[in-house]
T-cell receptor, first 113, second 112 residues
Framework: ETGVTQSPTHLIKTRGQQVTLRCSSQ?????VSWYQQALGQGPQFIFQ???????GRGNFPPRFSGLQFPNYSSELNVNALELDDSALYLC????????????FGQGTRLTVV | GESVGLHLPTLSVQEGDNSIINCAYS??????FIWYKQESGKGPQFIID?????DKRQGQRVTVLLNKTVKHLSLQIAATQPGDSAVYFC???????????FGSGTKLNVKP
């Protein structure tokens, strides 16, 4: 167990809807990153939050947004859902300094129909 | 973004044999690499890491080799066990804030 928890574990949404996914980071970690993992693919970096601000974004449109709270937990919001948004969404927390691994949660499986 | 790729999508080995999983990366400035293991329905799990100032690092039954000249990583698993069956990803760090870029993974099948 990594100490990173995500909720919900599974979710089904309709195209055009909005969704919010949640992540509690491991104790002591101050950085949270979100990844999208399509079936049969490696995780793709969406964005990272550090000190409650977005700290870098991958190749994802603005309808993917997020928040980090003072307790370092985080949310991923996706607006105007598309069928291609169906994927496993992973949250990873780490401590920002030095060469440290990122600890992943178990993910949220989002299905858009 | 970064580009991290793998040479083989699937690797089948006999239980007890050694496994070697390879990975190519594109950013010569990357300074930190991690191998992750992902079992079905779970998030990636840390296996071993290596810094760019090292060529080799050993863990329990696992060894990572880094060849910066050809931008290549490999993961060696000794005495492969059925519990090693999973998808393995190499990931390179994009910056000092621990953003990681993953390849598409290699599925390891261990035959009893």
């Amino acid at each position: 167990e990594t100490g990173v928890t995500q909720s919900p574990t599974h979710l089904i949404k309709t195209r055009g809807q909005q969704v919010t996914l949640r992540c509690s980071s491991q104790s002591g970690h101050n950085t949270v990153s979100w990844y999208q993992q399509a079936l049969g693919q490696g995780p793709q970096f969406i964005f990272q939050y550090y000190r409650e601000e977005e700290n870098g974004r991958g190749n994802f449109p603005p309808r993917f947004s997020g928040l980090q709270f003072p307790n370092y937990s985080s949310e991923l919001n996706v607006n105007a859902l598309e069928l291609d948004d169906s994927a496993l969404y992973l949250c990873a927390s780490s401590f920002v300094t030095g060469n440290t691994e990122a600890f992943f949660g178990q993910g949220t499986r989002l299905t858009v129909v | 973004g970064e580009s991290v790729g793998l040479h083989l999508p699937t690797l089948s080995v006999q239980e007890g044999d050694n496994s070697i999983i390879n990975c190519a990366y594109s950013n010569s400035a990357s300074d930190y690499f991690i191998w992750y293991k992902q079992e079905s329905g779970k998030g990636p799990q840390f296996i071993i890491d290596i810094r760019s100032n090292m060529d080799k690092r050993q863990g329990q039954r696992v060894t990572v080799l880094l060849n910066k000249t050809v931008k290549h990583l490999s993961l060696q698993i000794a005495a492969t066990q059925p519990g090693d069956s999973a998808v393995y990803f190499c990931a390179e760090r994009g910056d000092n804030f621990n953003k990681f870029y993953f390849g598409s993974g290699t599925k390891l099948n261990v035959k009893p």
